[in-house]
């Protein structure tokens, strides 16, 4: 009891006052690891440990079946897998489908999110609603509606084409169409997280900045490039490393679109591999050939990516955002 | 011609030049409203697709032109799911929904709470480590945790979707960031009069942070609405299927009987309206949300 009375000792009111508002009463110094307790036993349980039996699991042959053991086989998973040809495919896939992505959505967003935010637009709370919705929608839904709309019979896309003489195509049956319409897909559903941030980058712009460059005699393009484009710089990195991190992990919409295709049992990754990306990869290894172990060795690999790549961006982000922080104030 | 919001009346062009380039202007806004026009319906087609597609006959849906409404309304979609397991489906996945993002919240706040208002020894690694999680994909983990719930027994059980997911690194993070914010004085003045830790959290933290716990919910309500690839492994038996892995199981019927399509569209359609009303109703909150994790 002893040490409990001095704490008690310390809890004056006065001290709470006046000192640091935590060193208070002894209810206040059990206090945060009460309330953290839930939290940290769920999350070594369910995140720590896990990430560490991973590493383990990657090196064992292990089926999943009732009664079979991990069994430790080294590096053997990692050397097999550099030597598959489908994985180099699924990690080709994954940058083609992470950099194509970039490169359609980030324009659009800022595109849209530039003339949702002027003054003239008309319309504009249906606009921004319509353009918001896809994030109200549920990915397996979007891909399966989007399975009729590019099917080759009665998809509305193949009668639209065909009303200028094109077509009709098997958009998710033809290696070469696989992945445009992957992107197609995802133009639809990630553009609208996108173009929120770089509203309220465009809305974190200061007028006064464009009539200065008015006056200076800069025209649209120019203020354009001169004050919009180095002001939202922090936004575009921010929604840079949001579709990069996205297309690394992506799964569920390619699993769905190319349900009907390919290999039998959907997880081939549709004709030629064409939409095979990592994380279908390492399903395709552990559930479809019961190879769980290596499909654990993919996890790893994904993850090491991920980390790599996320560390160059933190590294970019860090550097750029004070730049970026700098010219705004 | 993005930039157009940049010219502004105040300042005037040159005087010739100034009916034709108002004229101009005039046009360019013009062709840019309709194109928004044109964009925002192709946005919305495949909603308006799916909800006129689960109304329709198979022979309709599977006919060209695509009609945008019905010829002839027929429920049959619904009808026919409603003889599958998709209530059932349905009743799960509002279930898991509600319990996991409740508990969620519940732990996270508590744990951010606690690094935001204390000060105790190991608080900066512990929040490190937080913060580090959010780094690495959940992908990566599936496959071990695959293999814990086979040594928890939890393979097929509703806990196997809920419990891993409630220490959420990202709401912790998120959340803190909000109540680093609030002011000391209230939590000291309501040290003062003797109220308890735990009252300090659940009656002053709570509900100043309510607009941030607001938006993580719709967010965390999001991806376990949408969740896919966990449920598809751990669940076997098709009473405890949660929507998407039970709209994908009827979808895999379709590939022996067509006839499944308008069923799919009508599930799709219920499976939607739930989270579009959410999205609706919390939508300020929810980009107010996700801006504010920016600014953090």
């Not at chain 1, 070469?176 to 133009?187: D, E, Q, R, Y």
């Not at chain 2, 309304?73 to 489906?89: C, I, K, N, S, V």
């Not at chain 2, 109540?179 to 709570?206: F, H, K, T």
């Not at chain 2, 979808?251 to 309206?273: K, N, Y």
């Amino acid at each position: 009891m002893e040490p409990a009375l001095s704490v008690e000792s310390r809890s004056d009111p006065s001290r709470a006052r006046s000192g640091h508002f935590v060193r208070g009463s002894r209810e206040s110094r059990f206090a945060p690891y009460l309330f953290l307790a839930p939290f940290l036993i769920l999350f070594s349980i369910f995140t720590i440990y896990p990430a560490a039996l991973g590493i383990y699991l990657s090196l064992t042959k292990w089926t999943g079946a009732v009664g079979q053991e991990p069994e430790m086989i080294g590096l053997a998973n990692y050397r097999r897998m550099l030597k598959d040809p489908s994985f180099i495919t699924s990690l080709t896939n994954t940058a083609w489908l992470a950099i194509a992505a970039v490169i359609v959505i980030v324009p659009t967003a800022l595109f849209l999110a530039m003339i949702l935010n002027t003054h003239w637009i008309r319309l504009r709370t249906f606009l921004r609603t319509a353009f918001f919705l896809p994030i109200g929608t549920p990915t397996v839904v979007i891909a399966m509606v989007f399975i009729v709309i590019y099917s080759e019979h009665y998809g509305a896309l193949n009668w639209l084409l065909g009303l200028f003489g094109v077509g009709p195509f098997d958009f998710t049956g033809t290696p070469a169409f696989v992945k445009p319409a992957i992107i197609g897909l995802l133009l639809w559903q990630w553009t609208s997280v996108p173009m929120i941030y770089f509203l309220a980058g465009l809305q974190g712009i200061p007028p006064s900045l464009y009539d200065a460059a008015l006056v200076d005699g800069a025209g649209p393009w120019a203020s354009f490039r001169r004050v919009t484009i180095p002001l939202l710089r922090p936004v575009s990195l921010l929604v840079f490393v949001l579709l990069v991190n996205d297309a690394i992990r992506i799964f569920d919409q390619i699993f769905i679109l190319l349900f009907f295709t390919g290999a039998p049992y959907q997880t081939s990754g549709g004709p030629g591999e064409q939409g095979l990306t990592l994380v279908l990869y390492m399903y395709r290894s552990a559930f479809r050939f019961r190879e769980l172990g290596f499909g654990a060795a993919v996890g790893v690999s994904i993850f090491v990516l991920g980390l790599g790549i996320a560390l160059v961006q933190l590294w970019r982000f860090g550097a750029l955002r004070k730049e970026g922080g700098g010219a705004g104030n | 011609m993005p930039a157009t919001e940049t010219e502004r009346r105040p300042v005037a062009p040159p005087a010739g030049s100034r009916d034709l380039s108002l004229y101009r202007r005039r046009v360019v806004r013009i062709l840019i409203q309709v194109l928004l026009v044109v964009a925002a319906l192709v946005a919305l087609y495949p909603l308006i697709f799916m909800v006129s597609g689960s109304f329709k006959r198979v022979s309709e849906l599977t006919s060209l032109p695509p009609t945008l409404i019905p010829r002839a309304f027929d429920p049959g979609g619904y009808e026919q799911l409603a003889t599958t397991g998709f209530p059932r489906w349905f009743v799960n996945s509002i279930f898991v929904t509600v319990l996991r993002v409740s508990l969620t919240i519940l732990v996270s706040s508590m744990a951010a709470f606690a690094f935001a208002i204390y000060r105790f020894p190991f608080r900066r690694t512990l929040f490190i480590i937080v913060v580090g999680s959010l780094l690495l994909p959940f992908e990566v983990l599936y496959l071990p945790l695959l293999s814990l719930m086979i040594d928890l027994d939890w393979m097929n059980t509703y806990q196997a979707l809920i419990v891993p997911f409630v220490a959420s690194g990202f709401s912790v993070f998120v959340i803190h960031q909000y109540m680093v914010s609030l002011p000391s004085e209230l939590i000291q003045a309501a040290r003062v009069d003797g109220a308890s830790e735990w009252r300090i959290y659940w009656n002053v933290a709570m509900p100043l942070a309510r607009p941030i716990l607001g938006a993580i919910s719709v967010i965390l309500f999001i991806q376990t609405w949408n969740s896919f690839f966990w449920p598809l492994i751990v669940l076997q038996d098709t009473d405890l299927f949660v929507l998407p892995v039970g709209l994908t199981a009827l979808l895999a019927r379709v590939f022996h009987e067509q006839d499944m399509w308008t069923a799919v569209l009508a599930g799709s359609t219920l499976m939607t309206i739930p989270m579009v009303i959410v999205f609706l109703v919390m939508q300020r909150q929810l980009v107010a949300g996700l801006t504010e994790g920016f600014k953090a």
